[in-house]
């Protein structure tokens, strides 16, 4: 079993930033990638940003390109964003997304953290 914890989130004005943080805690795994995605009221929830361990490959949703960035650190099995210029339209609880290998037993699963809010006033 792996579990996910988020921090980070929270009230910030139109314009503002904020650091989110997950951090991928268990034992015998490995992290093949890890991402952020978000959910509006009466929204899909949607992808917003993704990077892989192995290269630091990284995808945004074009509504964040620009503004967002994703960055990771595989030592401490944690992936961050950093979200400047915040936009009312961000406003969302954003959860962490992981697929991991579990070693003992071998095999590949997804992942999800508790979510956590995001709201941006205007």
């Known amino acids: 079993q792996v579990q996910l914890v988020e921090s980070g989130g929270g009230l910030v004005q139109a314009g503002g930033s904020l650091r989110l943080s997950c951090a991928a805690s268990?034992?015998?795994?490995?992290?093949?990638?890890m991402g952020w995605y978000r959910q509006a009221p009466g929204k899909q929830r949607e992808l917003v940003a993704h990077?892989?361990?192995?290269?630091?490959?990284?995808t945004y949703a074009d509504s964040v390109k620009g503004r967002f960035t994703i960055s990771r650190d595989n030592a401490k099995n944690t992936v961050y964003l950093q979200m400047n210029s915040l936009k009312p339209e961000d406003t969302a609880v954003y959860y962490c997304?992981?697929?991991?290998?579990?070693?003992?037993?071998?095999?590949?699963?997804?992942?999800w953290g508790q979510g956590t809010q995001v709201t941006v006033s205007s």
């Open positions: 990077i892989t361990s192995a290269t630091g490959s990284t």
């Open positions: 997304n992981a697929d991991a290998r579990l070693l003992l037993p071998s095999g590949s699963r997804n992942y």
């Open positions: 268990g034992s015998a795994f490995r992290i093949n990638a």
